[in-house]
């Protein structure tokens, strides 16, 4: 039992790992892409059918480019701060549900690595702990346009993660549970937290952005002011790593999205179609990624859309709009949940 | 006075109502603009598969035409050295010995005949300058190279290969 349990969550783990650097590896792709399309022009296609092969060429270039530590760096934090960067992104997706339960012969087996009962919780910490890694990075490097990229994350970092632990306090208000599988259950077929939560989502997927550090709030890296903001001194495989957990980042959150907001595996009619449960299984994970990739393309779509915020705009969003906002969400959702419970049950 | 562009504005400064203020609307227009060009007819020409064709009076490399029985026309006259305002031509003439009849026209040819490439601007002023009809610039594009002087094309490279006329008659 003990053996079989670990061997099922471990291949489960090398699964979701590959998959979400597969993920991340064609997130470069396809942002290219994207943006090409978007501005009348085809993107990269010369590697392979589409460019298929772009993100392999990317990453062996990454690995064969001159590795430079600048001599005024701390070494030690220099090299620490990219690793920081990609294993929190790595480990957040640890409590995301992939699907439901998966019966083959007696085994039942649950497509979601940790069911911990405080998932939001882990998460909340995870995110907060992925700004070390631009920050150490930014400082380590002894740059100025450097620290001043780190400072700007930290500080925009601890902004917005205010309102959206507010905005989650209003979505646990509704569900009443801090467990992201019994969250994602609870949404079965077309019940999604969306309906009930519309602000609170627009306020998630704002902070959303701003902790990816993703266009509009992109202020971290901000090309056209601090050349490459915290990552100005990295090089090679470094700043590969730090690109990487950019857009892992992304998948991470666009997962987190569709699974707190957008039912995650649930599907509309998923019951109603005479389905065998492996079935709805299969579908339903199918049905997640397609969520996923949805938001995954809006993030892109908003990159080629919106220019960057001014730093000012950017706090003044923050704790004087988003911030009420939020407060504003948590007790009108107070005061509706007691008012369809007193008078319409 | 009223400008004569007429294209003066009178811009209103009044501080963002609320809608403007909660940027959302303008956020939505502004995906709608880009999700319309994503779905755009895009208009690259994916030039090493696909080309597009010249225009009829492109005018490319230069090459020294041949008469109907293959004999060079050229008579090393200088009119396009002379008329050329990059002064990109020489040439040095000589005359034609007896036997060489079936391969030069006039009596006199071009012994050599040299354009520089990189002075060259392709402006065509030698091939209307010229009163045998010896040169034209129909060829394709000059191709990049290392070294300057092979920038430099001679005979080998600007007379136009023999053909034979009665095979192309047909």
Known sequence: MEVAFILEKLILVVIIFVITLVIAMYSTLAERK?????QDRYGPDRAGIFGLLQPLCDGGKFFFKEEIIPAGAHKTLFVIGPV???????????????GQNLTIGDQVITLQVADVNIGVLYIFGVIALGVYGIMLGGWASNNKFSLMGAIRAASQSISYEIPMGLSLIALLMVTGNLSIGDIVANQSGFNWNIWVQPLGFLIFIVCAFAECNRVPFDLPECETELVGGYHTEYSSMKLGLYMFSEYINMFVSSALMAALYFGGYNFPFMYDLGLSENWITIIGTLVFFLKIFGFI??????????????????????WKMLIPLAIANIVLTGIITIVVDTYFK | MESLSNRKKVIEQRPMNFWERIYLPAIARGL????KHFFKKIPTVKYPEQIRPYSKNFRGQHSLKRDELGRERCTACGLCALSCPAEAITMTSAERKKGEEELYREEKYASVYEINMLRCIFCGLCEEACPKEAIYLDGPHVTADYLRKDFIYGKDKLVEPKFDITKLAQ
């Open chain 1, 34 to 38: 994207i943006a090409g399309f978007m």
């Open chain 2, 32 to 35: 709608s603009i880009t999700i």
């Open chain 1, 84 to 98: 920081i960067a990609i294993i929190t992104a790595c480990i957040s997706s640890a409590v995301i549900p992939w």
């Open chain 1, 297 to 318: 393309f809006f993030f892109m779509w908003i990159r080629w859309t919106l220019p960057r915020f001014r730093y000012d705009q950017l706090m003044n969003l923050g």
